[in-house]
Protein backbone atom coordinates (compact mmCIF):
# COMPACT_ATOMS: atom_id res chain seq x y z
CA UNK A 1 0.00 0.00 0.00
CA UNK A 2 1.56 3.32 -1.07
CA UNK A 3 1.02 5.80 1.94
CA UNK A 4 1.82 9.69 2.16
CA UNK A 5 1.78 10.49 5.70
CA UNK A 6 1.53 14.16 7.47
CA UNK A 7 1.15 15.63 10.74
CA UNK A 8 -2.49 16.90 10.94
CA UNK A 9 -1.74 19.51 13.04
CA UNK A 10 -2.91 22.26 13.88
CA UNK A 11 0.51 24.09 12.91
CA UNK A 12 0.08 27.05 14.93
CA UNK A 13 2.86 29.83 13.70
CA UNK A 14 2.60 33.98 14.57
CA UNK A 15 2.28 36.41 11.76
CA UNK A 16 5.55 36.71 9.73
CA UNK A 17 6.99 33.51 10.59
CA UNK A 18 7.97 30.97 8.90
CA UNK A 19 5.72 27.80 8.62
CA UNK A 20 7.58 24.38 7.70
CA UNK A 21 5.01 21.92 6.52
CA UNK A 22 6.42 17.97 5.79
CA UNK A 23 5.20 15.14 4.17
CA UNK A 24 6.81 11.37 3.67
CA UNK A 25 6.22 9.03 1.50
CA UNK A 26 6.32 5.22 1.11
CA UNK A 27 6.85 4.49 -2.84
CA UNK A 28 10.66 5.38 -4.26
CA UNK A 29 9.48 5.24 -7.19
CA UNK A 30 7.74 8.26 -7.01
CA UNK A 31 8.57 11.09 -9.28
CA UNK A 32 6.37 13.64 -9.33
CA UNK A 33 5.08 16.05 -5.86
CA UNK A 34 2.56 18.48 -5.33
CA UNK A 35 1.20 20.54 -2.67
CA UNK A 36 -2.27 22.01 -2.66
CA UNK A 37 -4.22 25.00 0.01
CA UNK A 38 -7.53 24.15 1.04
CA UNK A 39 -9.18 26.71 2.42
CA UNK A 40 -12.41 25.17 4.93
CA UNK A 41 -15.61 24.26 2.44
CA UNK A 42 -13.14 24.87 -0.58
CA UNK A 43 -11.50 22.51 -3.01
CA UNK A 44 -7.85 22.10 -3.07
CA UNK A 45 -5.70 24.29 -5.59
CA UNK A 46 -1.83 23.64 -6.81
CA UNK A 47 0.72 25.83 -4.92
CA UNK A 48 3.36 24.31 -5.96
CA UNK A 49 4.57 20.70 -7.94
CA UNK A 50 8.57 20.01 -7.38
CA UNK A 51 10.61 16.61 -9.30
CA UNK A 52 13.82 16.70 -9.20
CA UNK A 53 16.04 16.53 -5.62
CA UNK A 54 16.33 20.20 -3.91
CA UNK A 55 14.90 23.12 -3.39
CA UNK A 56 11.61 25.15 -5.57
CA UNK A 57 10.97 28.95 -4.70
CA UNK A 58 7.61 30.76 -5.43
CA UNK A 59 7.16 34.12 -4.36
CA UNK A 60 6.74 33.08 -0.10
CA UNK A 61 7.00 29.42 -1.14
CA UNK A 62 9.82 27.13 -1.02
CA UNK A 63 9.18 23.22 -1.69
CA UNK A 64 11.70 20.85 -0.62
CA UNK A 65 12.49 17.65 -1.76
CA UNK A 66 14.96 15.11 -0.73
CA UNK A 67 14.29 11.41 -2.99
CA UNK A 68 16.90 9.37 -0.55
CA UNK A 69 15.04 10.08 2.78
CA UNK A 70 11.91 10.61 0.81
CA UNK A 71 10.34 13.56 1.99
CA UNK A 72 9.36 16.97 0.40
CA UNK A 73 8.29 19.65 2.66
CA UNK A 74 6.98 23.37 2.07
CA UNK A 75 8.00 26.41 3.61
CA UNK A 76 6.28 29.27 3.94
CA UNK A 77 8.06 32.64 4.29
CA UNK A 78 6.46 35.38 6.47
CA UNK A 79 3.23 33.95 7.27
CA UNK A 80 -0.06 35.62 7.02
CA UNK A 81 -2.99 35.12 8.58
CA UNK A 82 -4.45 34.31 5.21
CA UNK A 83 -2.43 31.01 4.87
CA UNK A 84 -4.45 29.39 7.46
CA UNK A 85 -5.55 26.32 5.54
CA UNK A 86 -4.79 22.55 5.27
CA UNK A 87 -1.77 22.03 3.41
CA UNK A 88 -2.20 18.49 1.16
CA UNK A 89 0.48 16.60 -0.15
CA UNK A 90 0.29 15.14 -2.62
CA UNK A 91 2.65 12.09 -4.74
CA UNK A 92 2.36 10.83 -8.69
CA UNK A 93 4.34 7.09 -8.28
CA UNK A 94 4.26 6.69 -11.80
CA UNK A 95 2.70 7.10 -15.48
CA UNK A 96 -1.06 6.54 -14.07
CA UNK A 97 -1.69 10.21 -13.96
CA UNK A 98 -3.44 9.31 -10.14
CA UNK A 99 -2.34 11.17 -7.19
CA UNK A 100 -1.88 9.98 -3.75
CA UNK A 101 -2.98 12.40 -1.30
CA UNK A 102 -1.98 12.73 2.44
CA UNK A 103 -4.49 13.54 5.29
CA UNK A 104 -3.45 17.32 5.06
CA UNK A 105 -1.58 19.51 7.69
CA UNK A 106 -3.65 22.34 9.94
CA UNK A 107 -1.90 25.67 9.67
CA UNK A 108 -2.90 28.37 11.35
CA UNK A 109 -1.28 32.16 11.60
CA UNK A 110 -2.07 34.16 14.45
CA UNK A 111 -1.94 38.03 14.00
CA UNK B 1 -6.88 29.32 -16.85
CA UNK B 2 -8.05 25.80 -16.35
CA UNK B 3 -12.11 25.92 -15.52
CA UNK B 4 -13.60 22.60 -13.83
CA UNK B 5 -16.82 23.07 -12.72
CA UNK B 6 -19.24 20.82 -10.68
CA UNK B 7 -23.46 20.56 -11.29
CA UNK B 8 -24.57 21.60 -7.66
CA UNK B 9 -22.32 23.35 -4.74
CA UNK B 10 -24.98 21.61 -2.64
CA UNK B 11 -27.09 18.50 -2.95
CA UNK B 12 -29.67 16.80 -0.42
CA UNK B 13 -31.12 13.65 -1.24
CA UNK B 14 -33.31 10.64 -0.03
CA UNK B 15 -32.08 7.20 0.93
CA UNK B 16 -32.43 5.08 -1.93
CA UNK B 17 -32.53 7.71 -4.61
CA UNK B 18 -30.45 7.76 -7.81
CA UNK B 19 -28.31 10.65 -8.15
CA UNK B 20 -25.52 12.59 -10.37
CA UNK B 21 -22.64 14.77 -10.04
CA UNK B 22 -22.03 16.36 -12.78
CA UNK B 23 -18.61 17.67 -14.03
CA UNK B 24 -17.47 19.51 -16.70
CA UNK B 25 -13.82 21.11 -17.57
CA UNK B 26 -13.42 23.25 -20.41
CA UNK B 27 -9.12 22.65 -21.27
CA UNK B 28 -9.73 19.41 -23.34
CA UNK B 29 -8.05 17.14 -20.37
CA UNK B 30 -7.59 13.95 -20.83
CA UNK B 31 -8.20 12.77 -17.16
CA UNK B 32 -11.06 13.06 -14.78
CA UNK B 33 -11.00 11.94 -11.73
CA UNK B 34 -13.79 11.73 -9.38
CA UNK B 35 -12.47 11.59 -5.39
CA UNK B 36 -15.01 11.75 -2.06
CA UNK B 37 -13.29 13.77 1.12
CA UNK B 38 -13.95 13.06 4.53
CA UNK B 39 -12.70 14.16 7.76
CA UNK B 40 -10.12 12.34 8.89
CA UNK B 41 -10.32 9.96 6.15
CA UNK B 42 -8.36 12.52 3.55
CA UNK B 43 -9.27 12.35 -0.56
CA UNK B 44 -9.90 9.18 -1.45
CA UNK B 45 -10.09 8.07 -5.14
CA UNK B 46 -13.89 6.50 -6.67
CA UNK B 47 -13.48 6.34 -10.34
CA UNK B 48 -11.05 8.33 -13.05
CA UNK B 49 -10.96 7.76 -16.74
CA UNK B 50 -8.20 8.66 -19.60
CA UNK B 51 -10.27 8.66 -22.22
CA UNK B 52 -14.38 9.23 -23.41
CA UNK B 53 -16.41 5.67 -22.61
CA UNK B 54 -13.05 4.76 -20.79
CA UNK B 55 -12.89 4.51 -16.78
CA UNK B 56 -11.40 2.60 -14.44
CA UNK B 57 -12.15 1.89 -10.74
CA UNK B 58 -10.26 3.79 -7.96
CA UNK B 59 -9.87 3.13 -4.19
CA UNK B 60 -13.32 3.07 -2.94
CA UNK B 61 -15.89 2.21 -6.44
CA UNK B 62 -18.50 0.37 -4.09
CA UNK B 63 -21.58 1.90 -4.66
CA UNK B 64 -20.59 4.22 -7.23
CA UNK B 65 -20.42 4.56 -11.27
CA UNK B 66 -19.76 6.58 -13.85
CA UNK B 67 -20.15 7.91 -17.38
CA UNK B 68 -18.23 9.34 -19.76
CA UNK B 69 -19.34 9.67 -22.96
CA UNK B 70 -17.96 12.98 -24.07
CA UNK B 71 -14.20 14.35 -23.51
CA UNK B 72 -15.11 17.14 -21.23
CA UNK B 73 -17.69 15.25 -18.91
CA UNK B 74 -17.74 13.04 -16.18
CA UNK B 75 -20.73 12.15 -13.98
CA UNK B 76 -20.86 10.30 -10.83
CA UNK B 77 -23.54 8.20 -10.27
CA UNK B 78 -25.20 6.95 -7.29
CA UNK B 79 -27.34 4.19 -8.36
CA UNK B 80 -28.88 4.39 -4.95
CA UNK B 81 -27.95 6.70 -2.32
CA UNK B 82 -27.14 5.56 1.41
CA UNK B 83 -26.48 7.42 4.14
CA UNK B 84 -22.95 6.44 4.30
CA UNK B 85 -21.93 8.28 1.27
CA UNK B 86 -22.61 11.90 2.61
CA UNK B 87 -20.13 13.49 1.85
CA UNK B 88 -17.76 16.11 -0.16
CA UNK B 89 -17.24 15.39 -3.96
CA UNK B 90 -14.70 16.60 -5.65
CA UNK B 91 -13.90 16.57 -9.51
CA UNK B 92 -10.41 16.90 -11.14
CA UNK B 93 -8.75 16.97 -14.27
CA UNK B 94 -5.30 16.83 -15.82
CA UNK B 95 -4.32 17.11 -19.44
CA UNK B 96 -2.24 13.56 -20.06
CA UNK B 97 -1.33 10.47 -17.83
CA UNK B 98 2.23 11.49 -17.58
CA UNK B 99 3.75 11.70 -13.74
CA UNK B 100 4.06 15.38 -13.95
CA UNK B 101 0.56 16.65 -15.15
CA UNK B 102 -1.00 18.46 -12.14
CA UNK B 103 -4.63 18.02 -11.40
CA UNK B 104 -7.39 21.05 -11.26
CA UNK B 105 -10.36 20.62 -8.97
CA UNK B 106 -13.73 21.45 -9.36
CA UNK B 107 -15.53 23.48 -6.48
CA UNK B 108 -16.97 20.29 -5.15
CA UNK B 109 -20.40 19.38 -4.28
CA UNK B 110 -21.60 18.75 -0.48
CA UNK B 111 -23.92 15.81 -0.66
CA UNK B 112 -26.33 15.00 2.30
CA UNK B 113 -28.00 12.02 2.38
CA UNK B 114 -31.10 11.74 4.85
Known amino acids: QKEVEQNSGPLSVPEGAIASLNCTYSDRGSQSFFWYRQYSGKSPELIMS????GDKEDGRFTAQLNKASQYVSLLIRDSQPSDSATYLCAVNTGNTGKLIFGQGTTLQVKP | DVKVTQSSRYLVKRTGEKVFLECVQD?????MFWYRQDPGLGLRLIYF???????EKGDIPEGYSVSREKKERFSLILESASTNQTSMYLC?????????????FGPGTRLTVL
Open chain 2, 92 to 104: ASSLHRGPGDTQY
Open chain 1, 50 to 53: IYSN
Open chain 2, 27 to 31: MDHEN
Open chain 2, 49 to 55: SYDVKMK
